[in-house]
């Protein structure tokens, strides 16, 4: 029961949805029916749904069949009305086809402009979108003609800038099109082209730099020079109404005008071109003669593009490779100045550019990189100049590498270097320039004492007498009133050393200036110089002549008198340094001139060298000596080679009026005694083995006649008889033998009262020995009488006796 109510309940329910669709179906559009149409067929029972919808429609048409049947007549009616209706419709078909035909005829012309005008109209729209979008693209590709024209022109640091633009303003609103997008993937290609073009001008100018860094350095000495001669000028010149003019920076040598980081200008000329200028125009500055924007242009491109410190870096590392290659000096510099000038411009060249660049950028070179290559500078600088410095050997190119070095010092003093190094340095070198002047001055020296006549100078007129004494400090009031002709006492060679002497300190005085020494200084440098010249350089060249060969007595004279003079001007060589200096010699740690000592040694040295010579003559006159020892005859005159000798020794005495009196006489005393000592060893000579009593009568007359030259007087200043003692031993021993007093001689011997006080026994004995080899060798060749012979026995027999004492005598002597 209950499984037949639930079929007839579900039954129930299809039967209501199918009407309800159905109901839908009739009610509903017959485009919007597939829905219904899916939910019967999505359902189980559209069998049954068919039968309904045929039930439907089959009441349909019957509802259809009764409506038509009760409207036919009307239908009919509606039929023939049409008909009628169709006939009219056909005319007015016609009328409207004929109307058309006649509008499309008359509007075919209008059609026609109407199409035109369409097509105008859509052209102006394009063209108007078009230039709307031009007017977007034009400053994108202006601004890259632009770029284009600054790259081609070498416009970098502007071409940055443009790029900038280009690439954060105009290309953002154009980024669509195709251009721009070439565009985009170039300006990484653009900015590295603009770097390393940029870093290329870098390179050339750095390059430039370097080659004309020697330009630059010549300009920049030049205004220093220019600078230091109108302070001289000012320091000179009253200072009343004048003002002096002010000193530039040492940057503003460059005339540049820059920002911080700001490129300076367009133009990528490193150096310029400037023609040498007169000496009497100004000086260009360095500014006419260097462009920095390459340096300033590089450094801010590679500061936009975030690359500074990479640029830091290299420029840092080319100029120190700039720098080693400025301070390595050519092999022959010391050759001229000029080597050493152009050495300094061009370290003058290089840190001046360093200093300007300094002052006209931030952070490209800092102070700590500046002193670190400048002590590198100074040090390699010094170096160089030490070494070539010392094989010049000509004081004149000495002088002028100082005023160059002082020049090169006060340049970059000015740029704020330190140069004290440099001044010590110039200490060092100034004891070379002594060395380079001693030497120089002792040639001059030894040219002057070998032109000298050795003559005094002679004076023919008041003029001449007053140029000698204006060239050397001489008062003689006995000599003034002399009337002319006259003669100086000393030869040309004292007022021309005495003049050598004062341009000689004139040339230590030279090197001193701007040294920035004190007077005292000065003074204690030129004194110890001129020491240096008197007592090595001058008594050097003085005692050369004095030991010359060929030096005669009468030049040896002239120098002695020369020598003292010279010796009497020191007092007014210090007076001369004295003025010079301003330093009084009373002054504490105020340093001797050491003239009168040097003079006294060559004087000295001459006078030994007259002693020296007198003997070397005397030895000379006596090796014309002809004694025949065994001659008997008795002569009555003196022998022709003494004769002459003592005409000599007058003759040479003569011209010692003129020295001082010691130095006459004791010339005079060692010429006799060297005389006496000589004559003594021709008779005691040991080739002479024999001897007779007549040549011993002749060896006396020739002592007398030296002891007559003696009691002469030949040079004043000796007590009576003093120069005679220089032959008292030969007169002894002569008496001795020629009076035969040998009785007295030895019954006194060794008595201070004896009469031949001075006849030594060994002497006595050996004159002794000869003349019995003479008496012994004759009476075995003479056979004359029996008591002639018993004579020479007995005088034989008195030889050997005395011989014998005078043995006994030397015997008790030695023990």
């Known amino acids: 029961m209950e499984r037949g109510k639930m079929a007839e309940a579900e039954s129930l329910e299809t039967a209501a949805e199918h009407e309800r669709i159905l109901r839908e179906i009739e009610s509903t559009d017959t485009a919007c029916i597939g829905p219904t149409l899916r939910s019967v067929y999505d359902g189980e029972e559209h ?9 439907r429609i089959r009441n349909h048409d019957r509802e259809i ?54 097509q105008c109209r859509l052209q102006q729209r394009n063209i108007s979108a078009t230039v709307d979008k031009l007017m977007l693209c034009l400053p994108v590709l ?11 022109t070498k416009r970098h640091y502007p071409a940055l800038k443009t790029l900038e633009h280009l690439e ?92 911080s980081t700001s490129p300076k200008s367009e133009q990528d000329s490193g150096i310029l071109d400037v023609e040498d200028e007169e000496d009497d125009e100004e000086v260009p500055g360095a500014q006419d003669l260097v462009d920095f924007s390459p340096v300033y242009r590089c450094l801010h491109i590679y500061s936009v593009l975030g690359a500074r410190e990479t640029f830091e870096n290299y420029y840092r590392k080319q100029r120190r490779k700039q720098a080693r290659l400025v301070l390595q000096p050519p092999s022959n510099m010391h050759e001229t100045l000029d080597g050493y000038r152009k050495y300094f411009n061009q370290i003058v060249g290089f840190f001046v550019v360093e200093d300007h660049i300094l002052h006209t950028t931030q952070g490209l070179v800092n102070r700590a990189y500046i002193d670190e290559l400048w002590e590198m500078a100074l040090s390699k600088t010094i170096a160089a100049l030490r070494t070539h410095s010392s094989y010049c050997s000509d004081p004149n190119l000495v002088l002028d590498l100082k ?18 190094q440099l001044f010590d340095m110039l200490l060092e070198i100034r004891d070379q320039y002594s060395e380079t002047l001693l030497k120089k001055w002792s040639g001059i020296f030894r040219n002057i004492l070998d032109s000298d006549n050795y003559s005094p100078i002679p004076v023919t007129s ?13 008062q003689d009031t006995e000599l003034e009133k002399q009337p002319f002709p006259k003669k100086f006492p000393f030869s040309e060679f004292v007022p021309k050393v005495y003049n050598q002497i004062k341009e000689f300190i004139y040339a230590c005085l030279k090197f001193s200036e701007d040294l920035h020494l004190s007077s005292t200084e000065v003074d204690d440098m ?60 009373e002054t504490v740690h105020t340093t001797k001139l050491y003239g009168t000592t040097t003079f006294k040694d060559a004087r000295h040295a001459a006078e030994e060298e007259i002693y020296t010579n007198l003997n070397q003559k005397i030895d000379q006159f006596l090796q014309l000596a002809d004694y025949d020892w065994m001659t008997g005859d008795l002569g009555n005159k003196a022998s022709d080679y003494l004769v002459d000798l003592i005409a000599f020794l007058r003759s040479t005495f003569a011209v010692f009026t003129h020295l001082p009196g010691k130095v006459a006489q004791t010339a005079c005393m060692s010429a006799c005694k060297h005389l006496a000592t000589s004559l003594m060893q021709l008779l005691l000579e040991a080739e002479v083995r024999q001897l007779t009593l007549g040549a011993l009568q002749q060896f006396n007359l020739d002592v007398r006649e030296c002891e007559q030259f003696a009691r002469s007087g030949p040079v004043p200043g000796f007590q009576e008889d003093t120069l005679q003692l220089a032959f008292i031993d030969l007169r002894q021993l002569l008496d001795l033998f020629l009076q035969w007093d040998w009785s007295t001689y030895l019954a006194d ?24 080899r003479e008496m012994k060798d004759t009476s075995r060749k003479n056979n004359m009488f029996a008591q002639f012979r018993k004579n020479e026995r007995d005088k034989q027999k008195l030889i050997d006796t005395v011989a014998k004492q005078l043995r006994g005598l030397i015997s008790s002597h030695h023990s």
């Open 47 to 55: 069998g049954r749904f068919m039968e309904k919808l045929e039930t």
């Open 65 to 118: 069949e009764k409506m038509c049947n009760f409207h036919y007549q009307g239908f009919v009616d509606s039929i023939t009305e049409l008909l009628k209706v169709r006939g009219e419709a056909q005319k007015l078909k016609n009328q409207v086809t004929d109307t058309n035909r006649k509008l499309q005829h008359e509007g075919k012309e209008l059609v026609i402009a109407m199409e035109e005008l369409k």
């Open 142 to 152: 202006e601004m890259y003609s632009k770029l284009r024209d600054q790259m081609k």
């Open 168 to 259: 954060h303003t105009y290309l953002p609103q154009v980024s669509h099109y195709r251009f721009c997008k070439v565009m985009v993937d170039n300006i990484p290609k653009l900015r590295e082209e603009i770097k390393d073009v940029s870093m290329s001008d870098l390179k050339d100018f750095l390059e430039s730099i370097r080659k004309h860094s020697d330009k630059i350095g010549e300009t920049a000495m030049k205004q220093a020079q220019q600078q230091r001669n109108l302070d001289n000028i000012i320091l000179q010149q009253p200072r009343i109404g004048s003002k002096r003019k002010p000193k530039k920076d040492a940057y503003t040598i460059f005339d540049t005008e820059i920002g």
């Open 403 to 420: 005023n160059l070095i002082v020049l090169f010092a006060d340049t970059l003093q000015v740029y704020g270097f330190p140069v004290n």
């Open 462 to 474: 008041e003029e001449i007498y007053k140029k000698v004494v204006g060239q050397f400090p001489f």
């Open 526 to 585: 030129i004194r110890k110089s001129t020491n240096l010249l008197l007592t090595r350089t001058l008594s050097s060249s003085l005692q050369n002549v004095i030991k010359r060969k060929n030096i005669g007595l009468t030049e040896l004279v002239q120098i002695i008198i020369n020598t003292t003079h010279l010796e009497k001007s020191c007092k007014y060589l210090e007076e001369f340094i004295t003025n010079i200096t301003n330093v009084l010699p």
């Open 749 to 772: 011997y060794g008595q201070p009262t004896c009469k031949y006080l001075r006849v030594n026994p060994v002497t006595a004995l050996t004159l002794l020995e000869k003349i019995s």
